[in-house]
């Protein structure tokens, strides 16, 4: 845009190989400076491909480049952007280097993932109310190793229930050995036994991911010793 300056626009899909040639059109024009519309995650492949290229590209948020509302078009935003581009309009946002954001899609999915593990352990103790075993009532932490033990035992199949009580009783719990006895004495048949057992499967098998993806993690922050013991230092 400019007096004298001629413009073009031209379509591009977003193939690597389309992004590719946008990417060699651009350089053959020697444009030094791009701005996009960050939209959901799908700024992300574009950004990548054209980052191979000698163009300083702005992702900026949709929410700064809006146009007149009814002028709503590819074209007509493409212009738009260009405009605010070359008046200086643009600020664009915080990318963070690509091994920042490997060691960010690792910590989203770990959280995901904790999120399911502790969403299996709701079911667990969902079922063994429907069993009417009232373990939440006498154990605050249904998740703890006391109460792991006592459903491992139960969907095991053991009847002598005094004694596993007495196997992993501790001062630190307020209800009796009698009061756990009456709470865990239900009736655990044999189809809620198996939807424990496939819970239980579960929930290792994605701790087993967990542990994966923590050895993974710790591959990404070699090198950030320093500065994760600074930020450790902070109350």
């Not at 990548?48 to 078009?73: D, M, Q, S």
């Not at 493409?78 to 091994?99: A, D, M, T, V, Y």
């Not at 770990?110 to 429907?130: M, P, Q």
């Amino acid at each position: 845009m400019g007096k004298g300056i001629q413009t073009e626009t031209r379509t591009f899909g977003t193939t690597t190989r389309s992004l590719k040639a946008l990417g060699e059109w651009l350089e053959s024009l020697q444009v030094t400076d791009g701005a996009m519309e960050s939209t959901g995650i799908y700024w992300k492949p574009v950004l990548h491909v054209l980052r191979e290229y000698p163009l300083n590209l702005l992702v900026v948020n949709a929410r700064h480049i809006k146009n007149v509302p009814g002028r709503k078009t590819d074209k007509a935003d493409s212009q738009w952007i260009c405009k605010l581009l070359i008046s200086g309009l643009l600020k664009g946002s915080f990318i963070p280097p690509e091994n920042i954001q490997a060691l960010r899609d690792l910590h989203r999915y770990k959280k995901k993932l904790v999120g399911t593990v502790a969403s299996e352990k709701n079911r667990i103790i969902r079922v063994l109310e429907d069993a009417n075993i009232k373990l939440s009532s006498v154990v605050s932490d249904t998740s703890g190793v006391t109460a792991t033990y006592l459903i491992n035992g139960l969907i095991a199949g053991r009847k002598d229930l005094e004694r596993l009580v007495s196997e992993c009783y501790h001062k630190k719990l307020q209800a009796t050995p009698e009061q756990i006895v009456e709470a865990i004495n239900g009736r655990l048949t044999s189809h809620l036994t198996f939807l424990l057992k496939s819970m239980q499967k579960h929930i290792q098998s994605v701790q087993e991911q967990l542990a994966e993806i923590d050895a993974e993690i710790e591959t990404h922050i070699k090198g950030f010793e320093n500065e994760i013991e600074l930020l450790q230092t902070i109350p």
